[in-house]
DNA sequence: CGTGAAACTTTAGTGACACTAAATTCGGGC
DNA sequence: GCCCGAATTTAGTGTCACTAAAGTTTCACG
């Protein structure tokens, strides 16, 4: 099985409809760059970053690396992303969508739409009630946190933050990680991250 | 040079160690699956997987595609990471370096530490002074930007989007933009993205 | 401790494709 | 039309992506 699936790569293409190859041209032709400065900077030749480019080859990982090298970026900008999603590139304070998490009424997120199908980032902001406290979680990705408003205590990986308005926490998902409400009033928390949402 | 090059890959390493057989680990690991059931799913046999996790062979790129689908993530969560760097979980409000950007004192940004250091988002918070006009720009990554105070005109591949507190604005930082202050008081925004900062 | 089964590693391959060198074609400028 | 740079095509080759099966380790249970 392993070889004849030479082509899903390709076949899972982003709603753009680019590839790996033709994402490797466009950034080639981005930065002006013939193929024979990319072949020759990447240890290739010229005939097969043509047919990289044109899909009828595929680099191992290692060969990928020293291309994405050779243009200047990481391998990860150039393999398959999620499939398409409901977007919108501005979002309004106070017209956002509200919605409650978990029980008790103690916490709403206002949720942000990603700005382009093809995102990575994703965002939402939360209002949380005074005292709540969430359950103890772990996930992929990388979160950081912007306090807009209120006091919160952050705790990562055993240690503890104590955050007020205009401070930022940023730790990688994979860490335990919980917060509280300490203060005495709702606290607003912008999150960014690069755990897909729930999308509602 | 392209096969005796198969180990590159391996031999980036980011600052914890971690290959790509070693994250495939983990995370198959973190799953609770055994490589049979991974195996199965992926289309491979369990001697590749084997081999795969323990660095002695290397997964095309359509292998690592089906793995990362059977172990419920995308590629990118596997390449190498870019080198170490200065790291910080916590930034706080008024205690951030304060850097002026471009000429004209019209533009001061703080600067935030990345929380770790094989972070992927990078942020900094930005203060615009009234009548400041960027260049028109294009990069990498993508731009997520939340405007903690004032009023800000944005335009994004011709289009503009005038923004006040509150609200966000999200896109691919490959399409041209740039922003005006047209407010008459100084702006701040959030910027968080996938773009490398400088850092100072 | 012994046993058996599950989980993982090792071995001995095979053949396809990752990649090459060189020839050919294409496109643009004069 | 000629020339040259850029890209594509052709005809390979041999390495390694991946296999099946045997062997080893680990773990749970009595």
């Known amino acids: ?7 899903p790569v390709e076949l899972e293409l982003p709603e753009d409809g680019k590839g ?9 032709k981005a930065l002006g760059k013939t193929m024979q400065q990319v072949a020759d900077e990447a240890g290739l030749t010229i005939g097969f970053i043509s ?3 044109r899909g009828i080859s595929t680099p191992s990982l290692s060969s990928l690396y020293n291309v994405a090298k050779a243009l200047d970026c990481s391998v990860d900008m150039f393999v398959a992303q999620p499939p398409g999603r409901r977007h919108s590139v501005v979002t309004r304070a106070g017209k956002r969508p509200l919605f409650e998490a978990g ?5 709403f997120y206002e949720f942000l ?3 382009f ?12 009630l005074p005292g709540h406290a969430s359950e103890m979680m772990s996930h992929d990705g990388e979160d950081f946190i912007y306090l807009v408003a209120g006091h919160m205590l952050y705790e990562v990986d055993g240690t503890s933050y104590e955050l007020g308005a205009g401070d930022t926490l940023h730790f990688d998902s994979h860490k335990p990680h ?3 409400n300490i203060g005495a009033e709702t606290a607003i928390e ?7 949402l729930f999308q509602p």
């Open 178 to 180: 919980r917060r509280t």
């Open 20 to 28: 790996l190859g033709a994402r490797i041209r466009a950034r080639r």
């Open 51 to 53: 047919q990289i480019e």
């Open 190 to 196: 912008l999150w960014v991250g690069t755990m897909q």
């Open 1 to 7: 099985m392993g070889k004849s699936a030479a082509w």
């Open 113 to 115: 739409e990603p700005g």
């Open 117 to 128: 199908a093809e995102a990575r980032l994703n965002a939402c902001l939360t209002h949380v």
């Open 103 to 107: 029980t008790g009424n103690t916490r």
